[in-house]
């Protein structure tokens, strides 16, 4: 089951660009646009974690915290314009987990509800790792960092996000149009070719470094990250 999370925001376009970063990372997002109806919505769905704005209508971010946490410990991160130290010290004690200063990377935006997960009991085995390990090879995609032999190697984001994908499911075959709905959007028009020439490029930064692994293509269906052993 995907780790449902629960975006408190009154700023439509920010809202709009965490749901979509979120669900391509495969989280459940519901939003609401204020505080009371955030706290609705906390007690109807129970999510496994809140983003938490904090000047909001109705109710502002650390009542709605405080609310929160007189009746559940799940996992608070608070989002503000604010970058004063006395607002983060009162989102603290209102009993938030994190605190993060608009504006943000969605790369800092990730890896915080990751580590909140990580350290929230009974989350951890279920958030799902972002740096995976093969022999010669480290995918590092909280960094955005391919290395290679213990060599970091150049390598565009869609490059990095095409190979991180396909490794996350070892031995799995995507067709092109699979990848280019996970990698590129469902509201991708390019031509499917565009796989193959990212896949090529892998290639040559990737060939021969590992027997134990490579990126192969399936006659007639796609590709797949294949793995000696798996």
């Not at 009993?95 to 990377?105: H, L, Q, R, W």
């Not at 996350?168 to 995507?174: A, D, G, I, K, L």
Request: one cysteine or more; hydrophobic letters at 40%.
């Amino acid at each position: 089951m995907a780790i449902s999370v629960l975006i408190v925001e009154d700023d439509r376009n920010i809202a709009e660009l965490l749901q979509m970063y979120l669900e391509k990372e495969g989280y459940a997002v519901t939003v609401a646009q204020d505080g009371g109806q955030g706290l609705n919505k906390f007690r109807a769905i129970r999510p496994d974690l809140v983003l938490l704005d904090v000047m909001m209508p109705v109710m502002d971010g650390w009542a709605v915290c405080r609310a929160i946490r007189e009746e559940s410990a799940t996992p608070v991160i608070m989002l503000t314009a604010k970058s004063e130290t006395d607002d983060k010290v009162h989102g603290l004690k209102a009993g938030a987990d994190d605190y993060i200063t608009k504006p943000f990377e969605m790369k800092e935006v990730l890896a915080r509800i990751e580590a909140v997960l990580r350290r929230s009991a009974g989350t951890s085995s279920e958030v799902k790792s972002r740096r995976l390990v093969f022999e010669d090879l480290i995918i590092d995609m909280d960094a955005f960092e391919l290395t290679v032999k213990g060599k970091k190697i150049d390598a565009p984001p869609k490059e990095m996000e095409l190979l991180f994908y396909l490794a996350s499911s070892p031995n799995r075959v995507y067709t092109r149009n699979q990848l280019l709905d996970e990698v590129w959007g469902f509201d991708y028009f390019g031509d499917s070719r565009t796989v193959d020439v990212h896949v090529k490029r892998l290639r040559e930064k990737l060939e021969g470094v590992s027997p134990s692994w490579g990126l192969k293509t399936v006659w007639g269906v796609g590709y797949k990250f294949e793995v000696s052993g798996s």
